[in-house]
């Protein structure tokens, strides 16, 4: 039960959703098939949030936080799941600027957070090269020390939406230690230093999300060091820590597909006069995944109301994340699988916000194949399920 005050804010932000989420953003958020929304979109809707004063409800108020109690940011999780607005590229927002906050000079503070919370700065997350990925700490971009700069060479690959941003954060080798981990700083670069070169990588579904990046002698001034030289490997662990996404607006996009699913089923015939909707074996995998999405969506409830009570974090949320990726590539899974050959269709341009092609088939159809590529991918990104298994396995098991 919501008290009343809680219930007022839903309210609020219902109306706020109702009134800001124009149809063309609410259509960028629909037709995102991608980890984000088609980028000029996700721009605006960052803009549009600022305005409001909830551009970053999570950060301290200090640094423009709303200061939200944990129910009020549960309805906004749940309604903005719901309203589904476009997918903002969130790297600097919801990963660099906690680092920046915990590790960062007062200066740079300065410097950064306003910016990412306005809108007018894009953070690349530079880790991932082409022979460090879940084994990050083999990482082996240098950064040598020249008077007030260093100087980075080396290549840095799977960085997502790196053609859109003007900062990337990046993790280089600054010394070789005894351990892997020793030796590795975080550096806050901008993308158009020269010297670095942003080429694209092209996905299994023909998409423009990923980049490799070459830097060749590219100087960055000693000024953007964040937290110590060669502890770059504590900046990148805390940042990690704000990778996973879940929670309750995780449930609420399961069912949000599972709804996509039924719709679609329902406009696509069986071959039997009927539609998909009486195909048996359809409503047994159907039926499967509702009842795991509401057992995930009560045990998330369950571990939110313990930290509600103040209690340490329920060991079952990371299982609770990798369940939910695991629903959300079977879901979209049996989308594939429901459409049939409309799921052969490449019709890029017509799931554009601003389409310029009539899709072949039911609109919803036209998703189908986007989704399935993508979530084989988001289970790969910020820790695949073996690492994730692994850490478990480490952590809770102690094994
Ligand atoms: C959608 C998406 C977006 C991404 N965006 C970014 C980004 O913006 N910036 C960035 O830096 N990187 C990004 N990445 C890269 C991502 O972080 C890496 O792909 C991920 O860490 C895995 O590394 P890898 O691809 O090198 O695979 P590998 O580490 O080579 O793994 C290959 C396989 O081996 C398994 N494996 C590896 N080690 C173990 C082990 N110890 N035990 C058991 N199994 C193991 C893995 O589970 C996997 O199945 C993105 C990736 C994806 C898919």
Redesign the pocket.
């Known amino acids: 039960m919501l008290s009343d005050t809680d219930h007022d804010f839903l309210e609020e932000v219902r109306a706020f959703y109702a009134e800001a989420l124009t149809p063309e953003l609410a259509r960028a958020g629909r037709m995102t098939t991608?980890?984000y929304s088609e980028f000029e979109y996700g721009r605006r809707w960052q803009k549009i949030l600022h305005g409001r004063g909830w551009g970053a409800p999570h950060w301290p108020a200090e640094h423009g936080g709303t200061g939200w109690t944990p129910v009020q940011r549960m309805i906004w999780d749940v309604e903005t799941a719901r309203a589904s607005p476009p997918a903002i590229m969130r790297?600097g927002r919801d990963l660099c600027a906690p680092a920046i906050m915990a590790f960062g000079t007062d200066e740079q503070k300065r410097e950064f957070l306003p910016r990412i919370l306005a809108g007018e700065d894009w953070w690349?997350?530079?880790?991932?090269e082409p022979g460090?990925?879940?084994?990050?700490a083999s990482l082996q971009m240098s950064a040598r020390r020249d008077g007030d700069d260093y100087v980075l060479n080396g290549t840095?690959?799977?960085?997502?939406?790196?053609q859109h941003a003007n900062r990337i954060f990046c993790l280089v080798r600054t010394a070789t230690g005894a351990r892997r981990q020793e030796g590795i700083t975080a550096l806050l670069v901008d993308t158009d230093t020269p010297g670095i070169e942003v080429r694209p990588l092209i996905n299994l579904a023909g998409g423009h999300?990923?980049n490799e990046i070459f830097f060749t002698d590219a100087r960055v001034p000693v000024s953007r060091l964040l937290g110590q030289e060669n502890e770059g490997w504590a900046v990148a662990r805390h940042l990690l820590k704000y990778e996973h996404g879940g929670g309750h607006g995780g449930t609420v996009e399961l069912r949000r597909k599972l709804a996509w699913l039924w719709d679609m089923a329902a406009l696509q015939s069986d071959g039997l006069g009927g539609t998909m909707i009486d195909d048996p074996d359809f409503l047994r995998r159907f039926s499967e995944l509702s009842i795991t999405t509401s057992a995930v969506t009560f045990a998330t409830t369950q571990a939110f109301a313990a930290l509600k009570r103040g209690d340490p974090p329920p060991p079952s949320i990371p299982l609770l994340r990798l369940r939910s990726r695991d629903l959300m590539q079977r879901i979209t899974e049996l989308g594939l699988d429901t459409v049939g050959h409309y799921g052969a269709v490449y019709q890029p341009d017509a799931y554009k916000v601003v389409p310029t092609a009539e899709p072949i088939g039911p609109e919803e159809a036209l998703l189908a194949m986007p989704y399935y590529l993508?979530y084989r991918?988001?289970s790969?990104?910020?820790?695949?399920?073996?690492?994730q298994r692994?850490n478990l396995a480490r952590n809770l098991l102690g094994l």
Not at 132 to 136: E, M, Q, V
Not at 380 to 387: D, F, K, L, S
């Open positions: 991608w980890t790297i690349a997350q530079g880790f991932s460090a990925g879940s084994d990050l840095k690959i799977w960085t997502t939406y790196a999300e990923f993508s991918g988001a790969i990104a910020g820790g695949t399920p073996e690492i692994n």
